[in-house]
């Protein structure tokens, strides 16, 4: 609860529509997309960046912990408040302004609140678009915080990728709004403090605004969803598809038949590619080009079809069966496989990044591991395999019933299996948050957490209250 002097202070910095404390208008922000939530203190929604410094200068002046929040759609607990009522969540929801388009530098300046369907929406009149896919609408600084990747990482990386120039507001005594950089692409006149800031979940500072360099539109997509031979198989069609589409494979997606199974069952109106028996393992791939097909020149769906054919004509072909269709009807089976989970659940989500040809290998020790240890857990994965992305979910055979126990051992086994035997990381590209604290404590060495604490330490006063980047003993006191 906030003392009523706190409540008029920081009404009195976003103005009445900026604060929040009613519960069923908090509700909202309390509750994240993919896990439970807390309890706020208040929602404070400033709608400049001088009033997101003046939020944060107050906050360390009294001790006030908070919880920056964009979109809320982070999958890590990292956006929502705890349950203890004392933490405010500082929306940069109202941090929304149309976009300032730069077509000749195509790089576009665009606010913390924007969304990136509105983004995108802005930058197709130009033929222009931010290429980070992800089947949720983020808002471009929980985006930035979080260094987001997603679906088409393969061809045009994360967002630290697109970013050249951030304004952040700090938790400092001062109230500081540092301009970091200008939007430039080549700049070694200073450090690149920019890059601190990218995807580190706001333990540093609030992201206000970013620049952002963004891509031509591609003029012509095609997908299919492709049946590997075995497991082997799946790098062995990565490597030929680089090789012989190069540049153009701008995606390549493994789910498995389980996960495919629940969206199938949970969206009648996606299409079934496999209306006899749904394979074990599939691989989601697209071609695209920003080039217009030339008159009389072979289209990307020929193109396409070539290279499965002769793939298929191999000795010991790495692909046994192929669904060619409208890129989008695929798509929607990808963007579903999330939601899907969520509505069979409890699910239990891992967000792990290997070496490529380490993904299908730790698969297969996680699967009999769990089938003797965790029977009571379905494997329902799937994942960006080209960048090593593993989103290792385990669906609850059970019904809606968690045993916290429990799940706390299957983490830590997960976990264990893939970091200690694969050398993997368990935040691929979700960030730490709460929901990855204990696995940051165990797993990320003492010296890395030092020096990360002590970054932190040079830019924040009081860090964000979901995310710690040093053990306990480092964590500054917020009072
Ligand atoms: C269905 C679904 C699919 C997803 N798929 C992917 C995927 O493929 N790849 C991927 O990378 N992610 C994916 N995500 C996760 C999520 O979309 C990303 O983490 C997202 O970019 C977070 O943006 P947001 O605006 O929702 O941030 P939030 O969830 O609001 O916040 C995320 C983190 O950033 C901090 N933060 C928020 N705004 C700011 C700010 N302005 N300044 C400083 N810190 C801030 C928060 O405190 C929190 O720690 C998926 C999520 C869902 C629900």
New binding site residues.
């Given amino acids: 609860m906030l003392e009523s002097n706190h409540r008029a202070a920081l009404a009195s910095i976003v103005g009445p529509a900026g604060f929040i404390v009613a519960p069923e208008d908090r509700a909202a922000y309390e509750t ?3 896990y439970g939530g807390g309890k706020a203190a208040a929602v404070v929604r400033p709608s400049t960046a001088a009033q997101v410094c003046a939020v944060l200068r107050y906050c360390v002046q009294t001790g006030i912990r908070y ?9 890590v607990s ?2 929502t408040p705890d349950d203890s009522g004392t933490q405010i969540i500082l929306s ?1 929801d109202r941090l929304r302004s149309a976009p300032g388009i730069d077509v000749a530098d195509r790089t576009v300046q665009v606010t ?1 609140g924007t969304r990136l369907s509105e983004l995108n929406l802005a930058l197709e009149p130009h033929g222009l678009f931010l290429p980070i896919d ?3 609408d ?2 471009i ?6 260094n ?4 088409r990482f393969l061809k045009y990386g994360d967002m630290r990728r697109h970013v050249l120039g951030l304004e952040v507001a700090l938790p400092d005594e001062a109230g500081t709004l540092l301009q970091l950089s200008g939007g430039l692409r080549k700049d070694n006149s200073h450090l690149a403090l920019r890059q601190l800031f990218i995807g580190s ?2 333990a540093f ?4 605004a970013a620049t952002l360099e963004v891509h031509p539109r591609p003029k012509q997509a095609v997908a299919a969803i492709l049946v590997p031979r075995d497991e082997a198989a799946v790098i062995e069609l990565l490597i030929a598809f680089e090789s012989e589409a190069g540049e153009c494979l701008t995606a390549f997606e493994g789910i498995s038949g389980s996960a495919m199974r629940r969206a199938l069952a949970r969206f009648p109106s996606l299409r079934n590619p496999f209306p006899e028996a749904i394979p074990p393992y599939v691989v989601l791939m697209e071609l695209a080009s920003s080039s217009p097909c030339e008159p009389g020149g072979s289209t990307l769906e020929a193109r396409l079809e070539a290279i499965v054919t002769r793939l298929a004509q191999r000795e010991s072909a790495p692909v046994t069966d192929a669904r060619f269709g409208q890129s989008g009807h695929l798509w929607a089976i990808r963007h579903s496989l ?2 899907a989970l969520r509505l069979d659940g409890p699910v239990v989500g891992f967000d792990l990044s290997f070496r490529r040809g380490d993904v299908m290998r730790f698969r297969r020790a996680a699967i009999e591991l769990l089938a003797s240890e965790f029977p009571d857990y379905e494997v329902c994965d799937f994942g ?1 395999v080209a960048d090593g992305g593993v989103h290792f979910n385990l669906v609850g055979r059970g019904g809606f019933e968690t045993d916290s126990q429990r799940v706390s051992e299957l983490r830590t086994r997960v976990h264990t299996i893939a970091i200690e035997d694969f050398g993997a990381s368990f935040s691929g ?3 730490i ?1 709460r929901a990855n604290q204990s696995a940051y404590d165990h797993f990320i060495p003492t010296a890395i957490q030092r020096y990360s604490a002590a970054v932190s330490d040079v830019f924040s006063r009081i860090p ?1 209250a ?2 710690r980047f040093g053990p306990p003993s480092v964590e500054r006191s917020n009072s």
């Fill in positions: 994240a997309a993919r919880i920056p929040q964009s979109g809320n759609t982070g999958l990292g956006s940069l913390a992800v089947s949720a983020p808002m600084g929980g985006m930035v915080a979080t987001t990747g997603g679906a979940c706001g500072g609030i992201i206000t999330s939601e960006h590209e979700h960030g948050g964000a979901a995310v």
